[in-house]
C-alpha cells in the first residue's frame, strides 16, 4: 500500500483509514462482493450519523403534562432493542482493539458512529413516549432509516462469515464479533416488530378524546380501592428491575400481607375484563375470518361492557346465529389472542441463548491467558470485560423474557377459565348431562393448567434442539467422527427415554383415574357424612377409599421408580458416551491428550440436557394437547337455544301464559342415545333417565290462574316444569311460553341456596327494596326463622345451605323466587317440608296472596291445598292423564282426611357459627372468613411440619437418604479435585484445563452454558508411551470414582422414591382416619371444599410436588457445601467476594421468602372461591338460568378469577424480582473471579489445575444459590401441603372412641329408652336446645314425635347416637349408659331412616346393604315392600347404578330406598325422621302400613310427617323449646281441652 508522494491528501488519508492502494483508495467491490469501505464508510458510519441527527431533532418534541394511558407494547420492544444495539456496537469496539485488524480505523470509526447513533436514538425513543406520539407508532422517518441500515447488516454478515470460514473458528474473536453481529439483527428485527402491535394498549385508551385531553370518555366503574396497579406508568429501570414492587415486598416482610386485597391491582392490560374483551373479539374474527359485521357487533360490545359491565365474554352464539361452536377451535382463537406476542418473545430466548455461549468462548481465552506466562495484561483485562457484559445481558434477557411469557400465560388462563364458565352457562341440560360436576369442575382446574403450562415450556421445544445440534457441532470440532460413537449410545438411549416417558405417562394417566375416583368418592362421603355415621358406615368406606389409594400408590410407586430410572441413567450417560468416544478416538489411530478429555466431557455434559429434556417438554406438549382435546369437547356442546325450543308463533288465545300442543321431552340428548345420565337437581320426579321421558303434553294455561300439578311419586311432574323453563330436549310437538325473555321465578324441590347471608341469597343480585322485601320474607314465614338466627338476615349460610334446616332452606328459595318478582312461578313442592301451620301460611299469604295476580304452576303432594287452584292437572308416567277444575280431578286422587304436621327443623342446623353475626359486604366477606380460618398459620413453617414429614419418611430411611447423598457428593467433588491434580501434574505436556465433568443433577435442574470451558488451541504435544501408561492411571482412578457417584446417585434415587411413597401413605392413613372420627360439628361448620382440598390438592403435592422439590433442595445443598470447600481449598482469595456477596444473598433472599410465601397461601386462598363458585353455579344451573341471571354470575366469576390472577401475577413478579437480583450478583461473582485470576497471574503465583477448577466452581455457584433460594421457597411452599393435612390429622374435634363397658351382641335386646335430666348445647354460649328432658320409651312401644319448627324434635335423635353428647343428664337403653357404650357398637344397634335421603353413586346393592350380609331375595322384598320393585327392575335390577347421589330416582323415590335399608336391619330401635316427606299420601299410607307390620315388636320413635300417621302410636311425646310439654297416649290428650296436641290437630284440620 506504498504512498508514491510526500503529499498527504483525500485519496492518502481514505487509503489509509480503508488500508487500500492509494491508486485506487475507494474500491466499490473487492473479493466477489461490496468493499468494506463502501460499506463502513457510506452504508454504515453515514447512515448513522443521519440517525443520530434526525433522532436528536425528536428528542426537544414538547411533552404532556398528563398522561393517563398506559404505554403501547411496541415502544418497549423499540426501546429495550435500541439500548442493546448500542450496548452490541460497543462490544464489537472492545473486540476490534484486540484484535488489531489492518483496517482498525475503519471498524472504530463505524462502531462508535452506531454507538453514538444509537444513544442518541434510545433518547429520542424515551423523549417521544411522553409526547403526543405516544399512542401512534411514532414518526414514519424512523423506520425508514432503520430499513436503510439493513444493507449495511448484511454485506457485514457476509464478510464474517468468509473470514469465519477462512480462518476456521480458532479465531475465536472472530466468531464472537460473528455472533454480536447476528445479535445485532435480531434486535433490528425486533425493533421493526414493535411496529406491528396496535397503538391502542387497553380500552381506555380507545376512548381518549384527543392526544392533548387524555381523560377517560366514560370513567371506569372498577373499583381500584385506591391499591396501587402494578407496573404500569413505571420507568424502564423500575420494570427492569421490579422496583415497583418493593413496597409490596416491604409490607410482606411486616406481615402485613393477609388479605387478597393487600396486593397490588393487575396492570390494565392483564385485567381479566380487558383480557375476555380482546379474546371475544377473535374469538369473533374466527367466526368471521372475512369480518362480515363486525364493526356493528363490536360497538355493541363496547357499549354493554363500559356502561353497564353486562358484556359477557364468550358469547359468538348468542350474537352469530346460524353460526355452530364447532366452526371455532379453541387453540386457533389462542393462537389469534397471544400468538405474536408469544412468537416474538421467542426472539428475547434467542439472543440471550447466543449470549450466554459468548460467555464460555471468552472464557477459554481467559484460561488461555493464565496458562500462558508473559501474556500481556490488556488481553486479561478485555476477556473480563467481555465476560461482565455478555454474562449481564444474557441474565437481564432471560429475566425479562420469563416474566413476559409468565404474563402472556396468565392472560391465556384468564381468557379460558371464563370461556369454560360461559359455555357451563349455556349448554343445553341435556348434553350437559354427559359429563359429572366433577369433570366438568377439572377442565377449569386441572386441564387449564396443564394448558397454560404449554405457554412455559413451548419455547423449549426449538430451544433444546438448537443446544443439541451447537453442542454436537464443538464436539465434532474437538473429535472429529469420533464423537459418533458416544453419541450413538446417546441416540440408542433416546428410545429407551422414549419408552420411561411413555410409561411415566401411561402410569400418570392410571394414577390421576384412581385419584378421580378416590376424591369422587371422598366428596360422597363428605356430603352423605351424616349419613354414614348414624348407620355406622366409616369402617366400610375407609376400607374403599384404602383401596382406591392402593391402586393410585402402585402407580405412584412404579412413577417414583421410573423416575429414580431417569435420575440414574443422567447420571451415568456422561461417563459412558465419554469413555466409549475416547476409545472410538483411539482405535481410529489417534493420540488421547488430557486436553481432549476435557474438552470432550465438557461438551458431552452441554448435550446431556436437551436428551434427557426433551422427552419431558414433549410429554407437557401431549398432556397440553390431550387437555385442549378434552375442553375443546366441552366447548363443542350442543347450546340451549331457546329460540329454536320455544315456537316463536304467538298463541291464538292472547291470555295464555303456557301452551303446550303435542309436546314431547325427554332428558337425552336427541343426537345421543347412549346418554342416560341427567342434569344434577332436575329430576325430582323424574323415573330412571333410561326411559323416562314426557309425550304428547297438551296444556294451556292461563295468566295469572293458578295451576296445581298432582300426581303419584315419579310421575314427572318435575319434569313438566323442567320443559317448560326450557331445560329438557324437546322431541316433538310445540311448547310456547309467554314473556320467557323476563325469566321465571323457579323453586325448585331440592332447594339450592347460595354460600352467602339470608339477604343475599333473596335479594339475587336485585336492589333492596325495604318494603316488598319484608312482605316477602312475611309471605315466606320467615320472620320468626329470621329471629331465631343469630344474625337475622345477615346471618351467613354455610355451602348448600348446611346451617339451615330443610324447611328453612325450601322458604328461603321460595322467597329468593318471590323476591324476582316475575310473571311466571314455577313451584316445586315448596309445601312438602313445613308443618301444617306454616304451609297454611305460605297457600294463603304467598301463593294465594303476594303472588295473586302473577301465573303460578305448583306441583305438590299435599291435596288438601288442590282445591285453592284454578285448574288442577293429573300426571301418572309422563303423560297428562287429566285436566280440569279441582272436583274433577280430585275425584281420581284418592284423599285421606289428614292433615301435615311436618315440622322439619333441625335445630342444630338452624343455628349457625357466632363468628358469622355481623356480615357487612356480604360477598367478600364471608370469602375473607374462611381466609382467616385457613390463614391462621401465619409467618414461617415451625420445625413441627419438618418433623411430622420426617416421622412420616421413617427415621432409618431418612437417615439412609442424607448418607448416600453426602457420599454421592463425595465422591463427584474427589473425581474433580482428581483431574485439577491430573492437569497439575501433566502441565509439562502443554495441555490445558478445559472443564470438570458436570453433577448430573445439578445439571438436571440448572445447567447453563457458563459450566464450559474451552481449551486453547492444541499445540500438538506428543505422548510417551510411558505417559500412556499414566494416562492409563489417572483414567482408571477417574472412573472408579465417576462409577462409585454414579452408584451412590442410583441409591439415593431408589431410597428417595421410596421413602416419598412412604410418606404419602402414612399421611393420607393419618387424615383419613382423623377426618371420619371428627365430630358432626366439625362438618356443619367447615366448608365442604376446604376439607375436600386437604384430600385432592394437599395429598397431591405430598405424592408429587414436595419430593421433586425436596430431592433438588437437597442436593443444592450438598452441592454448595461441596463446591465451598474444594473452592476455598483452591482459591482462598474467593472469600473475599464470596462473604459480603454471601450476606446481601442472605438478606435478599429473607427478604423475599416472606412475601413469597404469604403471596403463594394467597393464591391458594383465592382460588378456592373461584371453583367452589364454579360447582355452586353447576349445582343451581336451573334456577340461574331460568330466573336470567347468567350474566350476573358471569360477572361474579370474573370479580373472583382477578383476585386470584392478582395473587398469581404479584407472586410470579416476586419471583423475577429475586431472579433479576441474583443474576446480577452472579454477575459481580463471575467478574470477580476473573479479575481475581488476571492478578493472581501477574503476580505468578498461580497453580493452573487449581484456579480453573476454583474458578468453574465460582461460575456454577451462581446459579447453585439461585436454585437453592428458590427449591427453598418452593419446598417451603409444598410443605404447607403437610402443615394443612398435620391440621386435620391432629387439631380438628373427634368423637370419642373410647368404651368403659363392653356390651353383649344381642344389646338392647328389649328396646328400653331413658332420657334422664338430658342437657344439650350445641356451642358453648348457644341456648340449650334440650333442656333437661327426663322421659322413659317401654320396649316395644311406638312413640310419635311433634313439635314446631326448632322444639327439639331432631336433637332428641341427635343425642340418642350420640352425634352430639350430652352437656347434663344421661341416655339409657336397657339400663345402660350410652355414654359408656363405644360408638360403634351403639350406632350399629340403631337403625335410622334420616330426613335428607342421602344416596351414593353405586349400585341399588350397595345402597342398600353395603356390607353385603342379606341375599339378593331379601333386598328384592325390602324393595317390594317399599313399592320400589319395578323401578328397580326398569333401571336393570341391584346391580344398576342409581348416579351421582342418586339422581337416577327422584327424591320421593330416594327415600323410598333409605326406607327399605331400615326394613334390612335387626336393631330392636327404630328411629324414624320425616321419612315420607315428598311421597303422595297413597304411598305413605302403603309405607306406615309396612312399618307397623315389620317393627311392631320392637321400639319405634317417629318425628310425624303426617299427624294421621301417628295417631295409632302407643303415644305421642310432644316437644317445644327444648322441653317436654306433653307425653301420652293421643287418645289421651285429644280429650284433654289444654292439649297442646289437640291444638296442632284442629290446627291441620281447620286447613283441609
Known amino acids: 500500500m506504498g504512498r508514491n508522494t510526500g503529499v498527504f491528501g483525500p485519496a492518502e488519508f481514505i487509503s489509509e483509514l480503508c488500508h487500500t492502494n492509494v491508486d485506487r483508495p475507494f474500491p466499490l467491490w473487492q473479493n466477489g462482493t461490496i468493499s468494506p469501505c463502501v460499506n463502513q464508510l457510506l452504508l454504515g458510519s453515514l447512515l448513522h450519523a443521519a440517525i443520530a441527527i434526525i433522532s436528536a431533532c425528536y428528542i426537544s418534541v414538547p411533552r404532556l403534562s398528563h398522561i393517563v394511558s398506559s404505554l403501547p407494547i411496541g415502544w418497549g420492544f423499540r426501546t429495550a432493542s435500541t439500548v442493546l444495539l448500542a450496548l452490541l456496537f460497543l462490544g464489537d469496539l472492545v473486540l476490534v482493539f484486540e484484535l488489531q485488524a489492518p483496517d482498525i480505523y475503519l471498524d472504530v470509526l463505524a462502531d462508535g458512529c452506531g454507538i453514538l447513533a444509537w444513544m442518541v436514538h434510545f433518547g429520542a425513543v424515551l423523549a417521544l413516549q411522553r409526547t403526543v406520539y405516544r399512542r401512534t407508532r411514532g414518526p414514519a422517518v424512523l423506520p425508514v432509516l432503520l430499513i436503510l441500515s439493513i444493507p449495511n447488516l448484511v454485506f457485514t454478515l457476509t464478510a464474517y462469515i468468509q473470514e469465519v470460514n477462512h480462518f476456521g473458528v480458532s479465531e475465536h474473536l472472530q466468531v464472537v464479533r460473528l455472533a454480536l453481529t447476528v445479535t445485532r439483527a435480531a434486535l433490528v428485527l425486533v425493533y421493526l416488530l414493535g411496529y406491528i402491535f396496535p397503538c391502542y394498549r387497553t380500552q381506555r385508551d380507545l376512548l381518549s378524546c384527543n392526544a392533548e385531553d387524555v381523560a377517560p370518555l366514560i370513567v371506569s366503574f372498577e373499583p381500584d380501592g385506591g391499591v396501587t396497579v402494578a407496573e404500569d406508568g413505571c420507568s424502564w429501570l423500575s420494570r427492569l428491575l421490579y422496583l415497583w414492587l418493593n413496597p409490596l415486598l416491604t409490607r410482606g416482610k411486616h406481615g402485613e400481607l393477609e388479605r387478597p386485597c393487600d396486593v397490588f391491582q393487575l396492570p390494565h392490560r392483564l385485567r381479566t375484563k380487558a383480557v375476555n374483551l380482546r379474546f371475544y373479539q377473535c374469538w369473533q374474527k374466527c367466526v368471521h375470518p372475512r369480518g362480515q359485521e363486525k364493526p356493528e357487533r363490536l360497538d355493541r360490545l363496547s357499549r354493554g361492557n363500559l356502561q353497564d ?200 394417566k392410571h394414577m390421576l383415574l384412581h385419584k378421580d375416583g378416590r376424591v369422587k368418592l371422598m366428596t360422597e362421603i363428605l356430603f352423605g357424612i351424616r349419613v354414614l355415621k348414624y348407620y355406622n358406615w366409616e369402617e366400610h368406606f375407609t376400607q374403599k377409599i384404602a383401596e382406591a389409594r392402593k391402586k393410585e400408590l402402585h402407580h405412584l410407586k412404579i412413577l417414583k421408580y421410573l423416575d429414580a430410572v431417569c435420575v440414574y441413567t443422567w447420571a451415568a450417560l456422561p461417563v459412558v458416551i465419554s469413555i466409549l468416544t475416547f476409545i472410538t478416538y483411539v482405535l481410529l489411530g489417534n493420540n488421547l491428550t488430557a486436553a481432549r478429555v476435557f474438552s470432550t466431557l465438557a461438551l458431552v455434559g452441554m448435550l446431556i440436557l436437551p436428551l434427557n429434556a426433551f422427552p419431558w417438554v414433549l410429554n407437557g406438549t401431549l398432556e397440553a394437547k390431550v387437555s385442549l382435546d378434552r375442553i375443546q369437547r366441552f366447548l363443542t356442546l350442543q347450546d340451549q337455544d331457546l329460540t329454536v325450543y320455544y315456537t316463536q308463533v304467538c298463541p291464538e288465545d292472547p291470555l295464555s301464559a303456557v301452551q303446550m300442543d303435542q309436546a314431547s321431552f325427554s332428558w337425552k340428548q336427541s343426537e345421543d342415545p347412549d346418554s342416560v345420565s341427567v342434569p344434577h337437581d332436575k329430576t325430582e320426579d323424574g323415573s330412571p333417565a333410561r326411559s323416562f321421558y314426557l309425550h304428547a303434553l297438551n296444556l294451556s294455561i292461563k295468566r295469572g290462574s293458578l295451576v296445581a300439578v298432582v300426581g303419584k311419586v315419579g310421575c314427572g311432574k318435575s319434569s313438566l316444569l323442567a320443559a317448560i323453563t326450557g331445560e329438557l330436549t324437546r322431541c316433538g310437538g310445540e311448547v310456547s311460553v309467554q314473556g320467557r325473555e323476563q325469566g321465571f321465578g323457579l323453586a325448585v324441590q331440592e332447594p339450592w341456596i347460595q354460600h352467602a347471608t339470608v339477604q343475599d341469597n333473596i335479594l339475587f343480585g336485585r336492589d333492596l327494596d325495604s318494603m316488598f322485601y319484608q312482605a316477602v320474607i312475611e309471605a315466606c314465614a320467615l320472620a320468626d326463622d329470621l329471629n331465631i338466627l343469630p344474625g337475622g338476615d345477615q346471618t351467613e349460610v354455610g355451602e348448600n345451605g348446611v346451617t339451615l334446616s330443610g324447611g328453612q332452606k325450601s322458604r328461603l328459595a321460595l322467597a329468593r323466587a318471590v323476591y324476582m318478582d316475575k310473571e311466571i312461578y314455577l313451584l316445586d313442592d315448596p309445601l312438602a317440608a313445613v308443618d301444617a301451620d306454616v304451609a297454611h301460611h305460605l297457600m294463603e299469604k304467598c301463593i294465594l296472596g303476594i303472588l295473586k295476580n302473577k301465573t303460578r304452576i305448583l306441583c305438590t303432594h299435599r291435596i288438601e291445598f288442590v282445591d285453592k287452584a284454578d285448574v288442577v292437572v293429573l300426571m301418572d308416567n309422563g303423560m297428562i292423564v287429566k285436566t280440569g277444575t279441582p272436583n274433577e280431578v280430585l275425584s281420581l286422587v284418592k284423599t285421606p282426611k289428614d292433615s301435615k304436621n311436618n315440622s322439619n327443623a333441625k335445630e342444630k342446623d338452624a343455628i349457625v357459627r357466632e363468628e358469622e353475626e355481623e356480615v357487612n359486604e356480604p360477598e367478600l366477606e364471608s370469602e375473607l372468613k374462611m381466609f382467616g380460618e385457613e390463614q391462621k398459620q401465619m409467618g414461617k413453617l415451625s420445625w413441627a411440619v419438618y418433623c411430622s414429614y420426617w416421622r412420616a419418611v421413617g427415621g432409618c430411611l431418612a437417615v439412609a437418604v442424607l448418607l448416600s447423598l453426602f457420599l454421592m457428593q463425595v465422591t463427584k467433588n474427589v473425581s474433580d479435585w482428581w483431574l485439577s491434580h491430573w492437569i497439575s501434574h501433566m502441565k509439562d505436556n502443554t495441555t490445558e484445563l478445559v472443564s470438570l465433568s458436570a453433577d448430573p443433577l445439578f445439571t438436571l435442574a440448572f445447567l447453563s452454558p457458563e459450566r464450559l470451558i474451552f481449551h486453547a488451541p492444541d499445540r500438538g504435544s506428543q505422548t510417551s508411551g510411558n505417559m500412556s501408561s499414566e494416562l492409563k492411571f489417572y483414567m482408571t482412578v477417574y472412573g472408579s470414582l465417576a462409577g462409585a457417584n454414579t452408584v451412590f446417585t442410583a441409591a439415593r434415587a431408589f431410597l428417595f422414591a421410596y421413602g416419598a411413597i412412604c410418606a404419602a401413605t402414612v399421611v393420607h392413613k393419618r387424615l383419613l382416619s382423623s377426618v371420619l372420627k371428627a365430630t358432626m360439628t366439625f362438618f356443619d361448620t367447615t366448608p365442604l371444599g376446604r376439607i375436600l382440598n386437604r384430600f385432592s390438592s394437599d395429598i397431591n403435592c405430598v405424592d408429587d410436588s414436595l419430593p421433586f422439590v425436596l430431592n433438588i433442595l437437597l442436593a443444592n445443598v450438598f452441592g454448595l457445601l461441596g463446591m465451598l470447600i474444594v473452592m476455598t481449598y483452591g482459591l482462598p482469595w474467593v472469600l473475599l467476594p464470596l462473604v459480603p456477596l454471601g450476606v446481601l444473598y442472605y438478606q435478599t433472599q429473607c427478604f423475599y421468602r416472606h412475601s413469597s410465601r404469604e403471596l403463594k397461601r394467597l393464591c391458594s386462598l383465592t382460588l378456592s372461591p373461584v371453583y367452589s363458585h364454579f360447582s355452586e353455579t353447576l349445582s343451581g344451573l336451573s334456577t340461574v338460568r331460568a330466573s336470567g341471571h347468567t350474566t350476573r354470575f358471569e360477572e361474579e366469576n370474573e370479580r373472583r378469577l382477578e383476585q386470584n390472577q392478582r395473587c398469581l401475577f404479584n407472586s410470579n413478579a416476586a419471583m423475577q424480582w429475586l431472579d433479576i437480583r441474583l443474576q446480577m450478583i452472579g454477575v459481580t461473582v463471575v467478574t470477580g473471579i476473573s479479575v481475581i485470576a488476571v492478578i493472581q497471574h501477574q503476580l505468578k503465583s498461580i497453580d493452573p489445575g487449581l484456579v480453573g477448577l476454583s474458578l468453574s466452581y465460582a461460575l456454577s455457584i451462581t446459579n447453585l444459590l439461585s436454585g437453592l433460594i428458590f427449591s427453598f421457597a418452593q419446598t417451603e411452599m409444598q410443605l404447607v401441603s403437610i402443615e394443612r393435612t398435620e391440621e386435620y390429622s391432629t387439631n380438628i374435634p373427634q368423637e370419642p372412641q373410647h368404651a368403659s363397658i363392653e356390651v353383649l351382641d344381642s344389646w338392647p335386646e328389649k328396646g328400653r329408652v331413658e332420657f334422664v335430666g338430658a342437657v344439650l348445647a350445641y356451642r358453648p354460649g348457644l341456648p340449650n336446645a334440650l333442656d333437661g328432658v327426663s322421659l322413659e320409651v317401654l320396649p316395644g312401644e311406638s312413640v310419635g314425635i311433634v313439635g314446631r319448627t326448632g322444639s327439639g324434635k331432631s336433637s332428641l335423635f341427635l343425642a340418642l347416637f350420640r352425634m352430639v353428647e350430652l352437656n347434663q343428664g344421661q341416655i339409657l337403653l336397657d339400663g345402660i349408659d350410652i355414654s359408656s357404650v363405644r360408638l360403634s357398637n351403639l350406632r350399629s344397634k340403631l337403625a335410622i331412616i334420616p330426613q335428607d335421603p342421602f344416596l351414593f353413586s353405586s349400585s341399588v346393592r350397595e345402597n342398600l346393604d353395603p356390607h353385603g350380609h342379606h341375599p339378593d331375595f331379601q333386598l328384592l322384598e325390602a324393595l317390594e315392600q317399599c313399592h320400589l320393585g319395578d323401578v328397580v327392575q326398569r333401571m336393570g335390577g341391584l346391580d344398576s347404578e342409581v348416579g351421582e347421589r342418586g339422581k337416577s330416582l327422584s327424591v320421593g323415590q330416594r327415600q323410598l330406598l333409605c326406607l327399605a335399608r331400615a326394613l334390612l336391619t335387626e336393631a330392636n330401635i327404630l328411629c324414624i325422621d320425616e321419612a315420607t316427606a315428598s311421597v303422595d299420601q297413597k304411598t305413605d299410607m302403603l309405607l306406615q302400613k309396612t312399618i307397623r307390620e315389620k317393627f311392631k315388636d320392637k321400639t319405634v320413635l317417629t318425628i310425624a310427617h303426617r299427624l294421621n300417621t301417628i295417631m295409632d302410636s302407643d303415644r305421642v311425646l310432644v316437644m317445644h323449646a327444648g322441653k317436654v310439654v306433653e307425653f301420652d297416649s293421643p287418645a289421651a290428650l285429644c280429650q284433654r281441652e289444654d292439649s297442646v296436641f289437640q291444638k296442632l290437630l284442629r290446627g291441620g284440620e281447620e286447613h283441609v
Not at 324 to 346: E, N, S, W
Open 309 to 508: 359491565h353486562s358484556w359477557s365474554e364468550a358469547e359468538p352464539e348468542r350474537i352469530c346465529e346460524g353460526v355452530t361452536q364447532h366452526d371455532v377451535k379453541l387453540l386457533q382463537v389462542l393462537h389469534k389472542a397471544f400468538g405474536l406476542r408469544y412468537y416474538l418473545l421467542g426472539v428475547l430466548k434467542l439472543v440471550a441463548s447466543m449470549l450466554a455461549f459468548a460467555g464460555p468462548l471468552l472464557l477459554g481465552e481467559l484460561v488461555g491467558f493464565m496458562e500462558t506466562e508473559g501474556a500481556p495484561l490488556s488481553k486479561g483485562v478485555w476477556c473480563t470485560v467481555g465476560l461482565f457484559s455478555s454474562t449481564f445481558l444474557a441474565a437481564l434477557l432471560r429475566n425479562v423474557f420469563v416474566y413476559e411469557v409468565s404474563k402472556v400465560a396468565l392472560e391465556a388462563r384468564a381468557a379460558v377459565i371464563s370461556t369454560i364458565y360461559s359455555k357451563a352457562l349455556k349448554v343445553s341440560g341435556s348434553a350437559l348431562a354427559r359429563f359429572n360436576m366433577g369433570e366438568v369442575v377439572n377442565f377449569m382446574s386441572t386441564d387449564t393448567d396443564r394448558v397454560v403450562n404449554f405457554f412455559n415450556s413451548f419455547h423449549e421445544v426449538w430451544s433444546l434442539p438448537f443446544q443439541f445440534v451447537l453442542a454436537l457441532y464443538l464436539l465434532y470440532l474437538q473429535v472429529g467422527v469420533a464423537f459418533l460413537g458416544g453419541v450413538g449410545v446417546a441416540v440408542l438411549l433416546v428410545p429407551l427415554n422414549k419408552v420411561l416417558a411413555s410409561r411415566i405417562l401411561e402410569n400418570n
